[in-house]
């Protein structure tokens, strides 16, 4: 009996011996790697902020120097005068879009000669000026022109050699156009027809220095 128990004991202790050494872990775990969804779309990145739109008011000024040719029908074929002219000019333009709208003051030199009677004619003028048109600011315009003002003509008959000074009248109508050759230089031609001290006609080839750009 005694012999029996020794032997159940010494089992019952090989067993706790053999259970413990396969409980023990034999070093530290790994940790799991973490797996990738397949279904998971990848994170977007941050949108980036919309360029800002493009300013589509302006407003600058247009100083002009236009040299140029007039020519002049006097009243009843009295006489028929060609020659140079020159033209000043500040216009205050405001864009919006495509469409134009300004002006300002200018002055205008015509000097004037008749072949056939030897005559000559000094004309002098302070307008106003009005222009509206459209096209692409900064890069090119067509307008319509509307100019007035007052000044003298002095002339002198070729055959008399009686000099006058007179009252003379600008009131002309015309079209316009100009392109950019820089950011600040424009280059174009201007066209009026009307009554230049009798029935004529300017023309002119101008050379426009812009500035003061101000985007609203």
Avoid: C
Wanted: proline fraction near 7%; hydrophobic fraction near 45%; charge should be positive.
């Amino acid at each position: 009996m005694m012999t029996s128990l020794a032997l159940l004991s010494s089992l019952v202790s090989a067993f706790a011996s053999v259970s413990t050494a396969v409980q023990e872990p034999e070093g530290p775990a790994e940790a799991a790697a973490p797996t990738e969804d397949a279904n998971s779309t990848p994170a977007k990145p941050a949108d980036a902020p919309p360029p800002e739109a493009a300013p589509t008011r302006y407003s600058q000024w247009h100083l002009l120097i236009a040299p140029g040719f007039g020519y002049v029908r006097g009243p009843r074929n009295a006489y028929s005068a060609l020659g140079p002219s020159l033209r000043f000019g500040a216009w205050k333009l405001a864009w919006r879009k495509g469409f134009m709208i300004g002006g300002g003051p200018s002055i205008v030199y015509t000097y004037l000669f008749d072949k056939l009677g030897q005559d000559r004619l000094h004309f002098f003028t302070v307008n106003g000026d009005f222009v509206v048109g459209g096209g692409k600011a900064d890069k090119f315009a067509i307008y319509a022109h509307l100019t007035l003002g007052g000044g003298v003509i002095a002339a002198k008959d070729g055959a008399t050699g009686t000099s006058l000074i007179l009252p003379g009248i600008r009131a002309a109508a015309g079209v316009g156009a100009h392109g950019y050759i820089t950011k600040r230089l424009s280059i174009g031609a201007l066209a009026d027809f009307g009554y230049l001290g009798g029935l004529g006609v300017d023309a002119f080839v101008t050379l426009g220095v812009h500035f003061g750009k101000k985007p609203k």
